[in-house]
């Protein structure tokens, strides 16, 4: 996240509650209710922060998903993942073959391998292996 795109954030923030309203802890009355700055400084405290991080996913200049993750003392929580308001794309993580810990975490959730694969950067020998959610 960039300070500046606290709008993106909170839209998409909104859009998220308001389509899986089932899937969250924060209802859309309760954030939509948050004043402008309470957004701007959550956008910010994520940019800046190093206990706390947001991320939108964006397609051709439009925020269609949002994942967040928060530390507390040595456990790091992921919350706000949502891409169910992005249509029908699917989604593909890819994890380097050396990050066990990603892949189970994934796995949990449902992805499996495709057996697709690519190098992570030329000057590298991992393998980044891609997964995709089973439906």
Known sequence: MRADEWESLRDTRLQALADTPDTFATTQAEASAR?????RDWTLHSAQGDDQAMFLAWREGEAIGIAGAFRTGGR????SMAVAFAGE???HPGV????????RFYE????VPTG?????RASSSLV???LVLRR
Request: aromatic share 12%.
């Open 108 to 111: 949990r959730y449902g992805f």
């Open 89 to 91: 794309a699917e989604v």
């Open 35 to 39: 004043p402008e700055q309470w957004w």
């Open 128 to 130: 980044i292996h891609e």
């Open 96 to 103: 380097t073959e050396t990050n066990a810990a990603a892949r």
């Open 116 to 120: 697709s694969t690519e190098p992570l």
């Open 76 to 79: 790091i929580d992921v919350i």
